[in-house]
């Protein structure tokens, strides 16, 4: 996706827009070839769950892992197939084989969100958005009426934000530092397992003495353990304490002291 397809103007909640998006354009699914998709946690968790995939193999089929600018996290990005179009790798003629599962870059096109890159430029805690205007779209001509907020909602990409929240936090964080204040590897591996790989995060959380290091609560620990969403909100949180000492966590001194000889 070119910064030149992308609309300098910011647009709130309230801002309206006329869109349509049907398999009768004839520009349908050209939106989906030659694109970057950073892939958010909860979109990997909707993406393997839907092809009945664990993260590590969705994660080694689907996926490549970058460093994302003035943050130096890792995040993911969709491999595009390797055709001269660079295809999504789960567009058909007839739009998305899963298409109800689809990443929420996808959702709130022909809308870009800007909550990853400004949340903490604005006072807007939902960051603000912009219009993403490639040549080739027709969905303006004789779209419906929307407002941004009507879209978000449409599309359901308000309750992937709400679920990617805390996920948004870190990033944010980590950009107001200074660019000299790098993590530690270890750091890094810690991010991206809480952050995209469940799997692992669940066998790191459930398969160790993390639970009683952390002394989380029982009945918390089991939510946890049967609930994937849950897992990850208080990977998030976990991570806030870990990486930026915020939050309340409390540790066992005893055991921690235990671990260190």
Known sequence: MSMANISPVKLSLDSKFSFDCRKDLECFTKCCRDINIILTPYDIIRMKNRLELSSDEFLAIYTTPQLLDKTDLPVITLKMLDDEEKSCPFVREDGCLIYTDRPITCRY????????????????????????NEPHCKGFDKGYDWTVREWRKDQN?????????????????????????????????????????????????????????????????????????????FGQEWLKWVLYKKGEFSLNTSLAEKRSK
């Open 109 to 132: 096109y022909p809308l870009g969100s800007g909550t990853l890159a400004h949340k903490e430029d604005t006072d807007d805690q939902q960051g603000f958005f912009f219009f993403i």
């Open 157 to 233: 990409a308000s309750a992937y934000d709400e679920i990617n929240a805390g996920w948004y936090d870190l990033m944010v964080m980590k950009r107001s530092f200074p660019p000299t204040m790098h993590l530690t590897e270890k750091a890094k591996k810690l991010f991206f397992i809480a952050s995209y790989n469940i799997d692992a995060f669940h066998r790191f959380v459930f398969e160790s003495d993390f639970i009683q290091l952390y002394t989380v609560d029982e009945n918390k620990a089991q939510e946890m353990r049967d609930d994937e969403i849950k897992l990850f909100t």
